[in-house]
């Protein structure tokens, strides 16, 4: 068990919608990082998010958005869903943030799109 | 751009054989490289790193040394156990602009 909690475990929903994924980190973690795992593009790094603020942004589409608010806690919304946005996100979190910090995953949260 | 090539799978080994999953980067700048593992239904857990050239990280038996003048951070175990069958992943993070790049992943299955 790393630590970091991630809550659906799973997601069915339909094109067009709108869904939130959310992503607690570890206790004493100030960063929080996004990734997506598909079958045909592996796994992606989405943003990353410091203390509140966004520390560095990756293949994010303008369709996703994410935050973190004051309790370290971070969301990540996607919308205008595609059948393409089907796969695992990850999330991920460090204590400071840092290239060379271990970054503990969650267990992730399977989003189907019909 | 930066990168991360890592060999293809599936590999499947007899236990106690010798494991060399190899990994090559691109990076500008000083990347950090990392082994991160994923078992079964589960994310993914920090294997090994290295945050400077000549480094050589190890944790349960695997190693690896990041080579700058190869580019590369293979990794490597001795004696493989049917308990490190999983997908290993080589990754790859740099500090300009803070971006992290992962291998495609291959997938060990290690067989009695």
Redesign the interface.
């Given at each position: 068990d790393?630590g970091?909690t991630q809550t659906p475990k799973h997601l069915i929903t339909a094109t067009g919608q709108r869904v939130t994924l959310r992503c607690s980190p570890r206790s004493g973690d100030l960063s929080v990082?996004w990734?997506q795992q598909s079958l045909d593009q592996?796994?992606?790094?989405l943003i990353?998010y410091y203390n509140g603020e966004e520390?560095?942004k990756?293949n994010i589409l303008e369709r996703f958005s994410a935050q973190q608010f004051p309790d370290l806690h971070s969301e990540l919304n996607l919308s205008s869903l595609e059948l393409g946005d089907s796969a695992l996100y990850?999330c991920?979190s460090s204590v400071e943030?840092?290239?060379?910090d271990?970054?503990?995953?969650?267990?992730?949260t399977r989003l189907t799109v019909l | 751009g930066d990168s991360v090539t890592q060999m293809e799978g599936p590999v499947t080994l007899s236990e106690e054989a010798f494991l060399t999953i190899n990994c090559t980067y691109t990076a500008t700048g000083y990347p950090s490289l990392f082994w991160y593992v994923q078992y079964p239904g589960e994310g993914l857990q920090l294997l090994l790193k290295a945050t400077k050239a000549d480094d050589k990280g190890s944790n349960k038996g695997f190693e690896a040394t990041y080579r700058k003048e190869t580019t590369s951070f293979h990794l490597e175990k001795g004696s493989v156990q049917v308990s490190d069958s999983a997908v290993y992943f080589c990754a790859l993070s740099v500090n300009t602009g803070n971006q992290f790049y992962f291998g495609t992943g291959t997938s060990l299955t290690v067989i009695p």
């Open positions: 790393s970091v990082y990734y592996g796994l992606q790094f990353q520390r560095a990756g990850f991920a943030g840092l290239n060379t271990t970054q503990y995953f969650g267990p992730g | -």
